[in-house]
């Protein structure tokens, strides 16, 4: 043997060494993500009292749970009693409060009331946050709380939405957009903490599964939670039922679509839909899009 040759490497420690690096790496990720949520609950701590906007899904959920974490009694979570908001999803989130043990309220909200939000324009979903965190300011001022927080996430900040400007308008904190927390590192944290809305689907309020310029009334967001509701009893997780008028469009998401491509599942859309007056039954090939009805105001633009 030649001293300095090359020798050749063996594949088991070639294997071996790799596994060790790829560990490394995760390891070091999750000392990331870790130290996001320690910065989270500092920042929180810095807030003293809070109002969290509480809609139950993953990422208001885990900064409720991380707002009681941090804050104990001087954070309330607090749920806008809305048509907008499906019943399925108030009762969930009634039970994870329980399961976490903070504390939960409603209060109403109005939008429908506000003809600038029923005639559904681009700006709908600027309207509707403007009148929760009007409901919330008065509710603060009344108990004594000195901040609104709310879900919003670094993965939301480059989508159109609305609702983040009544927020700057309103001086609500996004805690988690603070912390540089993005969707899967929220539901990565919460997996770890143990907390059940750590795969739960993502969600929107019922309004948005009307086209922009076709006015939102109480009973076509009635109509869409029954038919939404009819679907997830059939099985699904991930989906939309959008109103096009006669019209229903259902979008399925793409790991699902199979199963609704069947011939019984066709049978079983038209027994949900057409009784609730739809003239048309139809399934969107392109499968779930979240915000697809905001491809309206691409092409328009």
């Known amino acids: 043997m030649i001293f300095g040759a090359q020798l050749p490497w063996n594949e088991k420690w070639k294997k071996r060494l790799y596994t060790l690096y790829m560990a490394a790496l995760v390891q070091l990720g999750f000392s990331l993500v870790e130290g996001k949520e ?24 885990y900064l409720a ?14 749920t806008a009693d809305s048509a907008s908001i499906p019943t399925s999803h108030k009762r969930a989130a009634e039970a994870f409060a329980r399961e976490c043990g903070f504390h939960h309220e409603y209060i109403e909200t109005h939008e429908f009331e506000n003809p600038d939000y029923v005639k559904n324009d681009k700006d709908r979903c600027f309207h509707c946050k403007d009148e929760l965190f ?40 996004a805690p988690l957009v603070e912390a540089g927390l993005t969707k899967s590192e929220i539901r990565e944290l919460s997996r770890r903490a143990g907390l059940s809305t750590w795969d739960r689907p993502a969600a929107a309020c019922l309004s948005s599964r009307v086209p922009y310029g076709t006015p939102v009334t109480v009973e076509t967001i009635q ?22 008028g006669d019209l229903v469009r259902i979008e399925i998401a793409k790991e699902e679509l199979g199963a609704a491509l069947k011939p019984e599942m066709a049978r079983a859309f038209t027994e949900i839909f057409k009784p609730l007056g739809f003239l048309y039954v139809t399934l969107d090939l392109e499968g779930y899009r979240q915000g697809s009805l905001n491809a309206a105001l691409h092409a328009n633009a």
């Open 134 to 173: 009007d409901r919330l300011a008065e509710f603060g001022k009344e108990r004594g709380y000195e901040h609104i927080i709310y879900g919003v996430n670094q993965d939301d900040l480059g989508d159109y939405r609305p609702g983040q400007r009544a927020a700057k308008i309103h001086s609500v904190k």
């Open 223 to 244: 109509t869409i939670e029954q038919g939404e509701e009819a679907v997830r009893a059939l099985g699904f997780r991930q989906f939309r039922v959008r109103f096009h």
């Open 38 to 61: 320690q910065l989270l609950l500092e920042n929180l701590r810095g807030l003293r009292r809070v109002i969290v906007a509480y809609s139950g899904g993953t990422d208001s959920a």
């Open 65 to 78: 749970w991380a707002a009681h974490r941090a804050l104990g009694a001087d954070a309330i979570a607090v």
